[in-house]
């Protein structure tokens, strides 16, 4: 019996999981794709305390494609864009916001209008909440209301990380450096005063 109600409890939360981040997939440059939650039974009909199936996220990322597990298919750009699209929807499920949402390199593998859509939604999900973002991207850092420099030196065996906060001059320095690598060009400066706006 409790093992009937808690595969009833996860087909109801597989359900708005899924509708939840189907609703984030498009501003995500990922328009195409389709996610969904999947049950496979225990092998043998074992009943245990966690049920009597195991659950997995299954995606198609291309028209006329088979569902398959979310680790084997998608690419690493798709999979930190789906890793973002099921945070958003947990972060706003049923009315409770995250106070703080920490996201690392969630932007990897993606760059140009990707990287840009991703730092909106980003943007987006930090309204009413605290969003600390690790990121490469110059555009998903243009976004952020404010901006860290980590450097990590290695000295005397050991290896030390320093934070900088960085002011607005230093700011679009930066996201210049990140444009354009070790010298910072004119153009690089142009580009990171755009990002910013």
Do not use: C
């Amino acid at each position: 019996m409790a093992a009937m109600l808690l595969t009833s409890a996860r087909e109801a939360a597989a359900e708005r999981l899924t509708s939840a981040v189907m609703g984030e997939l498009g501003p995500l440059k990922l328009d195409r794709a389709r996610f969904r939650v999947a049950f496979e039974p225990v092998g043998g009909g074992r009943r245990g305390p966690l049920g009597v199936e195991t659950v997995r996220f299954e995606i198609a990322t291309n028209a006329g494609t088979d569902f398959g597990p979310l680790d084997a298919i998608a690419s690493g750009g798709e999979l930190a864009r789906f890793a973002l699209a099921m945070k958003a929807a947990l972060a706003g499920r049923e009315g409770q916001r995250q106070p703080v949402m920490i996201f690392d390199e969630v932007d990897q593998g993606v760059g140009g209008a990707v990287a840009s859509a991703v730092g909106a939604r980003l943007q987006r999900l930090a309204h009413g909440a605290q969003g600390l973002v690790v990121t490469p991207s110059p555009q998903v850092a243009a976004r952020g209301h404010a901006h860290w420099k980590v450097r990590k030196a290695d000295g005397g065996g050991m290896t030390t990380t320093t934070v900088d906060a960085l002011d607005e001059v230093s700011r679009r320095e930066e996201i210049a450096r990140m444009l354009s690598g070790a010298e910072i060009t004119d153009e690089a400066r142009a580009a990171a005063r755009a990002l910013i706006g």
